[in-house]
């Protein structure tokens, strides 16, 4: 988990990819772990983000940026293989 800083404009992104990452950060808010909300939510976000033009390389770098450990990547790169292939990634 990690705690964006109060007013963070996550530069270099247009106004409704602030949103989608501000929503995605929101979500990430127990490390992106998987249930039952979390995969009802998640795969549609990213499927959002990948349909705003952004790839996933660069929403990692973004999380990163705020202060998403690791494990936490991980697990959001668990939901980006949920949303591409259907199965939740290892």
Same mark, same amino acid.
């Given at each position: 988990?990690?705690?964006?800083?109060?007013?963070?404009?996550?530069?270099?992104?247009? %106004?409704?990819? +602030?949103?989608?990452?501000?929503?995605?950060?929101?979500?990430?808010?127990? @490390?992106?772990?998987?249930? =039952?909300?979390?995969?009802?939510?998640?795969?549609?976000?990213?499927?959002?983000?990948? %349909?705003?033009? +952004?790839?996933?390389?660069?929403?990692?770098?973004?999380?990163?940026?705020? @202060?998403?450990?690791?494990? =936490?990547?991980?697990?959001?790169?668990?939901?980006?293989?949920?949303?591409?292939?259907?199965?939740?990634? +290892?």
């Amino acid at each position: 988990m990690a705690k964006r800083p109060a007013g963070y404009e996550w530069p270099g992104f247009d %106004d409704e990819q +602030r949103r989608l990452l501000n929503m995605i950060d929101t979500n990430g808010n127990n @490390g992106w772990a998987p249930n =039952s909300h979390a995969n009802a939510l998640m795969p549609k976000l990213l499927q959002r983000w990948a %349909d705003s033009g +952004r790839s996933f390389p660069e929403l990692s770098a973004a999380m990163a940026a705020i @202060g998403y450990d690791r494990g =936490s990547l991980h697990q959001l790169s668990r939901w980006e293989s949920k949303r591409t292939t259907g199965k939740f990634g +290892r």
